[in-house]
């Protein structure tokens, strides 16, 4: 099953595609945390991609196509891959469907998680992650169970986003807005456009896609 979750900043993109990956045995592949990983080893991609990302901006079609279509060729994939954070633009999604169809590949269903704007700011604020696993968490809608320790790895540094100030929210929205939005209409359209509450709690969002999914 190959599926593409979308949605605004602070949705729940990441949290319910590390669930989603291990309930069906998908890779899940963040353009995200792929960029931030170029930054933080300083390759060429992360020179690039660092200034635009702490403004909040999209970085260029170029590079996030190109490294989403070399990673989907990797072993891991081919039992299926979940999207998060890609496509993000009209001509993302059509590279994509090139890509694919050159691959000789499917696209399952797209899972559009709806979260009001005012609820975004306090997700991304609370948020903070496993530096040793990546799990994630938040201040108030999920604290690991013991204070300081990651209930998946036990490891207790955790780091937060240079992206997750209110400022550069507030373009990460605007950037949403004007050019992701406009991909709900072309996958509905495709009628593979799955949309969930994402304003419930993490779990009740969970159950929403699991039913999506088992109604394909
Ligand atoms: P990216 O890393 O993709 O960030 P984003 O889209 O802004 O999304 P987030 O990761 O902030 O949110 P999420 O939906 O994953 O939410 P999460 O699950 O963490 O992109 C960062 C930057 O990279 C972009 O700005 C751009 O510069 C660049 N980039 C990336 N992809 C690109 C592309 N394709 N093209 C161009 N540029 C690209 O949840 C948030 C918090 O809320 C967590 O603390 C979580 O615990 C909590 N939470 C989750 N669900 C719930 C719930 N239901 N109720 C209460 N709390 C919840
Ligand atoms: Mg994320
Ligand atoms: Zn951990």
Redesign the pocket.
């Known amino acids: 099953m190959n599926l593409i979750l979308l949605?605004?900043?602070?949705?729940?993109?990441?949290?319910?595609?590390r669930m989603l990956a291990e309930s069906h045995g998908l890779v899940q592949l963040?353009?995200?945390?792929m960029?931030?990983a170029a930054v933080a080893a300083g390759t060429e991609i992360g020179i690039q991609?660092k200034e635009?990302?702490e403004r909040?901006?999209?970085?260029?079609?170029d590079?996030?196509i190109g490294i989403i279509s070399e990673r989907i060729d990797d072993p891991d994939c081919a039992d299926g891959f979940l999207l998060?954070?890609?496509?993000?633009?009209l001509a993302?999604a059509e590279a994509l469907d090139e890509i694919l169809t050159q691959k000789n590949k499917k696209l399952d269903a797209v899972i559009e998680?709806r979260v009001d704007d005012e609820q975004l700011v306090g997700?991304?604020a609370?948020?903070?992650t496993c530096a040793k696993c990546g799990e994630?968490?938040?201040d108030t809608?999920?604290r690991p169970e013991r204070d300081g320790i990651c209930d998946k790895c036990g490891g207790s540094e955790f780091s937060r986003?240079k992206?997750?100030n209110e400022e550069t929210v507030r373009s990460?929205l605007q950037?949403?807005h004007a050019q992701t939005v406009p991909l709900i209409g072309y996958y509905g359209e495709s009628g593979k456009l799955k949309s969930v509450d994402?304003?419930?709690?993490?779990e009740?969002?969970n159950r929403q896609i699991e039913e999506a999914l088992a109604g394909l």
């Open positions: 949605g605004p900043p602070g949705a729940g993109k990441g949290t319910q595609a963040s353009t995200g945390d960029l931030r991609a635009t990302m909040g901006e999209l970085v260029s079609d590079i996030v998060d954070g890609f496509p993000r633009t993302q998680i997700r991304i609370g948020r903070f994630g968490y938040h809608f999920r986003r992206d997750d990460r950037a949403y994402g304003m419930l709690d993490i009740s969002v």
